[in-house]
């Protein structure tokens, strides 16, 4: 398994980044926004029965 953020095999204790650094990364771009969900597409029938 690579690590998601620089390439690098993964290390067990950090699984699945190589190294803390990856992993606090990682959650920072969640805690920032950088990385998005997608929603489910917005039946436009139902908004106009509203």
């Given at each position: 398994?690579?690590?998601?953020?620089?390439?690098?095999?993964?290390?067990?204790?950090?699984?699945?980044?190589?190294?803390?650094?990856?992993?606090?990364?990682?959650?920072?771009?969640?805690?920032?926004d950088s990385y998005k969900l997608p929603a489910p597409p917005e039946d436009?029938?139902?908004?106009?029965?509203?």
């Amino acid at each position: 398994m690579k690590c998601p953020i620089c390439g690098k095999p993964a290390a067990p204790e950090h699984k699945p980044f190589c190294s803390r650094r990856c992993a606090e990364i990682d959650l920072g771009r969640w805690l920032n926004d950088s990385y998005k969900l997608p929603a489910p597409p917005e039946d436009e029938d139902e908004e106009e029965a509203e």
